[in-house]
């Protein structure tokens, strides 16, 4: 199983940023999928979750009403669409899947498959 984050970069404060993740080797359509970020000296943290059928959507407050996930079964993808980006949102961002659960999880220990993660760096 592989999963493959893309889609960082370097951006300016205020600006706008999608993040993708394409699983391969099982199908997606049964587990909940995450995005973790991990900044310079700090320990991985929680971002945002969504169920199997993208009907539960769980967010970290530090990102509420600026990130946006979603999935798409079909093409065995889930994305990050991040808005007003701030310099404290600088990390490298994992994508993560708990397989097989109806469950949302902000803990890092249930979400069994990861990425390798993508940096994004936000310039002030």
């Known amino acids: 199983v592989q999963l493959q984050a893309s889609g960082g970069g370097l951006v300016q404060a205020g600006d706008s940023l999608k993040l993708s993740c394409t699983v391969s080797?099982?199908?997606?359509?049964?587990?909940?999928m995450g995005w973790f970020r991990q900044a310079p000296g700090k320990e991985r943290e929680f971002i945002a979750a969504?169920?199997?059928?993208?009907?539960?959507?769980y967010y970290a407050d530090s990102v509420k009403g600026r990130f946006t996930i979603s999935r798409d079964n079909a093409k065995n993808t889930i994305s990050l669409q991040m808005y007003s980006l701030k310099p404290e949102d600088t990390a490298v961002y994992y994508c993560?899947?708990?397989?097989?659960?109806?469950?949302?999880?902000?803990?890092?220990?249930?979400?069994?498959?990861w990425g390798q993660g993508t940096l994004v760096t936000v310039s002030s």
């Open positions: 080797g099982r199908t997606i359509r049964t587990d909940a």
């Open positions: 969504i169920s199997w059928s993208g009907g539960n959507i």
């Open positions: 993560a899947a708990d397989p097989d659960t109806l469950a949302l999880s902000d803990y890092e220990g249930e979400y069994d498959y």
